[in-house]
């Protein structure tokens, strides 16, 4: 089991940046993928960004490429999420997830990919 620790969240004016931070520890050794996904109210949480450790690649939701970026921080066990040009509709709780190994019978979009999650972090964009 790995524990995951979001941090970073908060109110931000549209065209403005956050930083998240994910904190892993328990058994992390191994794990396949992290990613951020996000829920906004009254819709379903919806993937953002992920992270494959096996070959350093990032992947992004249509919604978020070009203006937020997925790293990892190797010697600090943690995961990032930069997010730039913020806009209203980027308000949402976003979790951290993790998957221990590659599921063949799951999109690395789906919720059902993921193994661990933190508990969340709001992020809210408004004027």
């Known amino acids: 089991q790995v524990q995951l620790v979001e941090s970073g969240g908060g109110l931000v004016q549209p065209g403005g940046s956050l930083r998240l931070s994910c904190a892993a520890s328990g058994h992390t050794s191994g794990t396949y993928a992290m990613c951020w996904l996000r829920q906004a109210p009254g819709k379903e949480r919806e993937f953002v960004a992920a992270y494959r450790l096996t070959d350093s690649t990032a992947y992004y939701a249509d919604s978020v490429k070009g203006r937020f970026t997925i790293a990892r921080n190797n010697a600090k066990d943690t995961v990032y999420l930069q997010m730039n040009s913020l806009k209203p509709e980027d308000t949402a709780v976003y979790y951290c997830?993790?998957?221990?190994?590659?599921?063949?019978?799951?999109?690395?979009?789906?919720?059902?990919?993921?193994?661990?999650w933190g508990q969340g972090t709001q992020v809210t964009v408004s004027s």
């Open positions: 997830a993790a998957a221990r190994y590659y599921r063949g019978g799951y999109p690395y979009t789906s919720t059902s990919f993921y193994d661990d």
